[in-house]
């Protein structure tokens, strides 16, 4: 695990935010993935929006759909991880895995999905 960087000087402002179970739950994976609290996370990206006033409503749902989609890819990339890992134990120990084909079209299935995802957010 990352240990958060502190603020060279601590914020001395706050405010109140009232966010859905669904959106707290949102927020709090990509504060996560990103090593942050869920309150510096919210204060980052609502700098990064409030320093482009261009940004359009249209790109930010588009960039929460993008970041959805990359966790999601994530988890699943995880779920897949764990399948080759189970593979490899019994094909090392000289069993057979009928189900390798399965697992590996699925890897090539995640892997165009990242880097979709990827492509997508490179082209913005």
Not at 34 to 51: E, K, P, Q, S, V
Not at 78 to 99: E, F
Request: no cysteine; glycine share 6%; charged share 25%.
């Amino acid at each position: 695990m990352r240990h958060r960087t502190r603020q060279p000087r601590q914020r001395n402002r706050f405010r109140n935010v009232r966010l859905s179970d669904s959106e707290l739950a949102l927020i709090s994976a990509g504060a996560k993935v990103a090593g942050m609290t869920d309150a510096g996370f919210l204060a980052h990206a609502g700098l990064a929006a409030a320093r482009d006033l261009t940004t359009t409503a249209a790109r930010i749902a588009g960039d929460r759909e993008l970041v959805a989609e990359l966790f999601a890819a994530r988890r699943h990339l995880g779920h897949i991880g764990n399948n080759l890992n189970q593979i490899a134990k019994i094909l090392n120990s000289d069993g057979h895995a009928p189900q390798t084909d399965i697992v590996l079209d699925t890897v090539r299935r995640a892997t165009e999905r990242l880097h979709a995802a990827t492509v997508q957010l490179l082209d913005q």
